[in-house]
């Protein structure tokens, strides 16, 4: 048995250290290989690397190929029985890993297994939702879910029902880390190249689950999850590729052919896409001249 573990990353050179160090010692006693493919990176990333991570395969891309891409990357040079995608912004608890592992070990239908995710205070981090549907999207866009929390049909999407504390199937767990088996990736495919970021593991998780596998959600794995800190650096970029990425997912699984429904769903994403881009820099600039005013 052998994992092969994959970390894509951009920007975010303290915190993969961090990761690469946490990961390091919860796989001394796994036959395992380690890849960090580096998106491009600005900062000292690849350097840092180079220096404190020799062990680890190092793939420096010379622009950013998007999540999807720098993953199959890696997935083209893994040897491993099982593969894990972790985030850069990750810190694994000992015996995360031998957790999953086992528990793939012990369930030959489970496809995916995924952790429970912590966010950076020790609190659990939601990290299951359901598929994006039309009706359930809808509910999101329209702010039902907020309003009416505990509706078990407004309240579906994000599973407020679901405490993540207890074993169980699910839909799609966060892409923060996931391990799969190889034979589920040679069997649907690799990550879909056409989403950038965002999206791409909610595709991988549907195809799966089409294929017949189980998704598992393990809540005796703990591994923290400094939320969204490569996405928060081009926030409005990020606003148009999970539009885009939640568009691509319709069409490619929901739409069939229709596309007028297509194109009206489209419309519909891009315009909410630049309200909330709008609203982003408003809070901004209001935030930046509220801190300017205190400072004078």
Same mark, same amino acid.
């Given at each position: 048995m052998r994992l092969s573990v994959i970390v894509v990353s951009w920007n975010v050179s303290k915190l993969l250290n961090v990761s690469l160090e946490t990961l390091k010692r919860d796989l001394e006693a796994i036959e395992?290989?380690?890849f960090v493919v580096d998106n491009a990176s600005a900062d000292d990333s690849v350097e840092m690397v180079r220096k404190n991570h020799s062990w680890v395969t190092l793939i420096a891309n010379q622009e950013n190929l998007g999540f999807a891409k720098a993953n199959n990357q890696a997935l083209k040079l893994a040897k491993g029985d099982y593969i894990l995608l972790l985030n850069p912004d990750t810190e694994v608890h000992p015996g995360a890993i031998s957790c999953l592992l086992s528990f793939l070990e012990k369930n030959p239908r489970a496809g995916i297994v995924a952790p429970q995710l #912590?966010? !950076?205070?020790?609190?659990?981090?939601?990290?299951?939702r359901a598929f994006p549907t039309f009706a359930a999207m809808l509910?999101?866009?329209?702010?039902?879910?907020?309003?009416f929390p505990d509706n078990p049909r407004f309240g579906s999407y994000k599973m407020l029902d679901f405490d993540h504390t207890e074993?169980?199937?699910?839909?799609?767990?966060?892409?923060?880390?996931?391990?799969?088996?190889?034979?589920?990736?040679?069997?649907?495919?690799?990550l879909d190249e056409g989403f950038f970021m965002l999206f791409e593991e909610v595709d991988w998780c549907y195809r799966i689950k089409e294929a017949g596998w189980e998704?598992?959600?393990e809540p005796q794995a703990h591994v923290v999850h400094h939320y969204g800190q490569s996405i928060k650096q081009v926030k409005a970029r990020?606003? #148009?590729? !999970?539009?885009?990425g939640l568009y691509r997912f319709w069409s490619k699984h929901y739409a069939k052919g229709?596309?007028?429904?297509g194109a009206f769903v489209y419309a519909g994403l891009m315009a909410l896409a630049y309200l909330r881009i709008l609203s982003h820099t408003l809070r901004s600039v209001t935030q930046k001249q509220s801190l300017s005013t205190k400072i004078s």
């Open positions: 395992s290989e380690v #912590l966010n !950076s205070d020790g609190s659990i981090q939601r990290s299951c509910y999101e866009l329209l702010g039902l879910s907020k309003l074993l169980r199937q699910v839909d799609q767990p966060e892409g923060a880390c996931l391990m799969l088996r190889r034979s589920v990736i040679e069997q649907v495919g690799t998704i598992w959600f990020m606003i #148009l590729s !999970s539009h885009r229709r596309w007028y429904l």
